[in-house]
């Protein structure tokens, strides 16, 4: 990642670990809608919070993957699903559903920044580089619904999200290609994903549909 | 790919290029029929259009993909993807299926083939490389129908076209341990596969099915 | 693979040989019950025998994968498919399913303790390792049940299954890290996983469901 002032770097790791954690809460409550059993849970719980990643890194061929050099989050990941399964209840469905919206957007800025990064880091044309951001934000949620049986929902909701993390991504690349510093890159990165997806999530914008 | 005559290079890259639109237009197709949003309709293209050749290499650990190396093809089929959404409708889709079974079936030849060849290069055993010019020709498809929430219509249908990849991709195994001139062994993959599958369509055989 | 005496070798060749026909028999009824044409058959018989592995070998950068450092294999497993396909009848559907129980049980304990066991080698850390043996013996179905648009039944039946090897797994890299003999390590893999299974196969456990 780009390196970024002291104090950044704090608030980039808890706007890490708030967006896996929802990442991860997303998973779980769509195992649960299904019924899914606790392995059920746990599996589509790590799905949605590493999918994204595990898969960018996959095409881009890097290793270790992100979750295995930090197998603390690993634990983590469990440790949520389990309380979870323990504490949250159907009522709670809702409340939960949208408190998560907003570190998941964020998260799918940073997230869409991380790919982005990666992937011109290795020399990735620009258009490469963006998709693997998208693939980093919004394939994690993909894997997810796959597993549970559903088109995912990213390719049939019709609200903006993956087109979000495209043009933040295409922010990130003119960025790097005007020499910006790396937090800066981010930053606006994150600022352009999040406003965005909080905008569409706000004001409920849907993308034009095709009338067949 | 195998070395071709200049005229047989040119004739080659046409094949290509219609056949990478057929795939595409049947993942938009598909798509459409599941009233996907424009994210899901782009996405069920690519991973139609690539989604085969990118399954082939992570297998093979072959980089960089192909769509990597030759990134006007990612807008080519994105420019396609929008022109489908802002001029077919409905009553062109059963034309478009008709239109786009052959150059799918002279696709499925030469994807085939490619596949087989990159295998073959990396002393793949024969049986891997035939399965790596099926996966190449077939999971694009799959992979379409999978993310769509279909079983692959590949494994469903009863009509032959895995198995027309097959026998062609044999063909290519045999060319080259014979020593035939690349340009030779693709032709002759090409021309079995592509003349199996279009029998098959215009005679509209089927597969024996198991008599549970 | 650990070295093992060699009268184990052709015990631990035995199992490994029964436990990838038994996974490809669930393959292949799961299709069956499907209504999957022939090309289908055997690809979910391909998957569910070999998917697991090529997964873990995908994720740990593997190559080349079982299958292709041991073809016969893969002509075994599509004789076997064409087997199922001439002789079994619907009324073999309930047996064929009880008798691959317990060859799917001692899999599962074998393809968990190989997986352990080749990412403790790559020096991942012991979760990580516990995580590969697990994909190694559950994802073959997993991939099977995507494909033929199921839930995967490891995440929807609150029988312990994934669980076992999860535990069995933990055994293997206990026994790895006190220097136990590798033979020691597999069998005891093996009889924890197996036995594990069997057990709740045998008194019908399930696992604690979650309460919404």
């Known amino acids: 990642m780009p390196t970024v002032p002291t104090w950044g770097e704090t608030a980039r790791l808890l706007v890490e670990l708030a967006a896996t954690a929802a990442f991860a809460l997303s998973g779980v ?10 392995v059920g849970v746990c599996v589509v719980g790590f799905l949605a919070a590493f999918g994204g990643g595990t898969l960018r890194d996959l095409l881009l061929d890097q290793r270790p993957f992100f979750w295995v050099r930090h197998v603390d989050v690993l634990w983590g990941v469990l440790a949520l699903c389990l309380l979870a399964m323990l504490f949250l209840r159907r009522p709670h469905f809702d409340v939960t559903e949208r408190a998560i919206q907003w570190p998941d957007a964020l998260g799918l800025g940073l997230f869409a920044a991380t790919g982005v990064h990666q992937a011109l880091l290795l020399q990735m044309p620009s258009v490469v580089a963006v998709l693997m951001g998208v693939i980093t934000g919004v394939f994690g949620g993909v894997l997810r619904d796959i597993v549970c049986n559903e088109i995912p929902s990213a390719f049939k909701d019709h609200r903006p999200y993956t087109v979000c993390a495209f043009i933040g991504g295409w922010v990130y690349v003119v960025m790097w290609h ?7 890159a981010l930053v606006a990165c994150v600022c352009v994903t999040a406003g965005l997806r909080a905008l569409a999530v706000w004001r409920n914008l849907t993308l034009p549909a095709w009338r067949i």
Chains 1, 2, 3 share one sequence.
């Open 178 to 184: 005007l020499n910006a510093p790396g937090w800066l």
């Open 29 to 38: 409550l769509e195992a649960a809608r299904k019924r899914l059993d606790a």
